[in-house]
């Protein structure tokens, strides 16, 4: 069977750095953080006190009103509001469209789970007697958001949405890359979601010591391949592309922002939260990327890697890049953009696939930020891309993502040609 091309044709997000893809791309560019102290709740008793929220948002601005608002949680209205401008870029939305054989498969790691908080306080500040919300298990459940796309557009091909962690979206445009190429689709909405910005939230990754707690100098705590990283920061937002079967993009006369090159997912059978030292499931799964995309290691010019500056988590991954890559590596691009969104959780593959995609339309290899002194465990021969945009010719991007419980996801990006 010969496998089908997979191209993107619409682009959407709402995310720390902007409340649309225009606006995220500049803040790339120039390096901004997205980091503030929390104002989603009073978090001065908490030893992490800061994150990287979605500034000055409210569903409102974005055309949902009071009544919609009340039935969704705050991951669903991201993931509608990136999802209503990746779809209205993509024109998808107009008549001619087969609904049949268009899916939504949307990823998020934790759903809920501020409802969830919230409705758990009450209860318990309460007397006792149960008074919870009709909504609160459909504003809680990962899925609901790609449900509540495919309600808006009338989308009635494959639906769901993939939990695992911080890989959830990237094992989200993984499927909707293999439905399309498979025959089992013409277009699926794709990415993730996520607001995690939650007492619960913060409070558990608090106790297993994942967060950075540099609150003095929150803006640039999130500084992977730093000698003085303490944890990763928090982020919340949404990052939604169109996937979309080639001859059915060009079909209809889609602008055409990337090409899907290839796709694959591992696991490191280690430990629950922390990576294999050597970064064995993060190799085997960037070599199966490449082997899935017919590409060599130097074919790829730039990697957006997970690098969510924890002490353990950078020096595994920059490990595997090098015995992927080998000599290759030192010519790579390399950069995090978790250092200016932090780590969005289950949202933060599609988030960074956006980044990629930004890199091989632009030549704009977006910055790892707030970096200041030397880990003597890191190799800095490697273009880290350090505090500063570099411009280059990007062919191939790759993304790395990996999650809690040993989830690798990477998935290839290249620059369109027919």
């Known amino acids: 069977m010969e496998l089908k091309r997979v191209v993107i044709t619409g682009i959407g997000t709402i995310n720390p750095l902007g409340h649309k893809v225009e606006e995220y791309f500049e803040s790339l560019d120039n390096g901004v953080s997205g980091a503030c102290m929390i104002d989603r709740f009073d978090a001065s008793l908490f030893k992490t006190r800061f994150a990287c929220e979605v500034k000055d948002y409210s569903a409102s601005k974005f055309g949902i009103d009071r009544k919609e608002e ?63 919300s009709p909504f609160l298990v459909p504003k809680m459940i990962p899925d609901i958001a790609a449900g509540l796309i495919s309600m808006k557009y009338g989308f009635r091909g494959p639906n769901y949405a993939t939990v695992s962690a911080c890989a959830s979206s990237s094992h989200a445009m993984s499927d909707a890359f293999n439905l399309i190429r498979l025959g089992k689709a013409d277009i699926i909405v794709t990415g993730g979601a996520e607001a995690g910005v939650s007492q619960a939230s913060v409070g558990g990754f608090n106790s297993a010591q994942a967060l950075s707690t540099n609150n003095e100098n929150y803006k640039t705590a999130s500084r992977p391949f730093d000698k003085t990283r303490d944890g990763f920061v928090l982020g919340e937002g949404a990052g939604i592309l169109i996937f979309e079967e080639y001859e059915h993009a060009l079909k209809r006369g889609a602008k055409i922002y990337a090409e899907v ?15 294999h030292p050597e970064g064995a499931g993060a190799i085997n799964v960037m070599r199966l990327a490449l082997e899935d995309a017919g590409l060599k290691p130097e074919d790829v010019d730039y990697i957006n890697v997970h690098g969510t500056s924890t002490p353990l988590g950078d020096i595994a991954e920059l490990t595997a890049v090098k015995k992927v890559f080998g000599d290759h590596a030192y010519k790579l691009n390399i950069s995090s953009t978790k250092s200016m969104t932090g780590h969005l959780l289950g949202a ?70 027919k």
Not at 261 to 275: E, F, K, L, S, V
Not at 352 to 380: K, R
């Open 70 to 132: 009340r039935k969704m949680d705050l991951f669903s209205q991201y993931a509608m509001i990136a999802g209503t401008e990746a779809v209205q870029d993509s024109g998808i939305d107009s008549e001619g469209i087969d609904k049949d054989r268009v899916g939504v498969v949307i990823g998020s790691g934790i759903g809920g789970i501020s409802t969830l908080t919230a409705e758990v306080l009450a209860y318990g500040a309460g007397d006792g007697t149960p008074r919870f």
């Open 348 to 417: 933060a593959g599609a988030v960074e696939a956006l980044a990629c995609v930004h890199a091989i339309n632009s030549g704009n290899i977006p910055p790892t930020i707030n970096f200041s002194e030397e880990d003597p465990e890191i190799d800095y021969k490697l273009n880290l891309t350090l505090n500063k945009m570099q411009h280059r010719d990007v062919n191939v991007a790759m993304n790395n993502t990996f999650g809690f419980g040993g989830h690798n996801s990477c998935v290839i990006f290249k620059k369109y040609s």
């Open 261 to 275: 090159a290839g796709a694959a997912m591992t696991a490191d059978a280690y430990h629950i939260t922390a990576p």
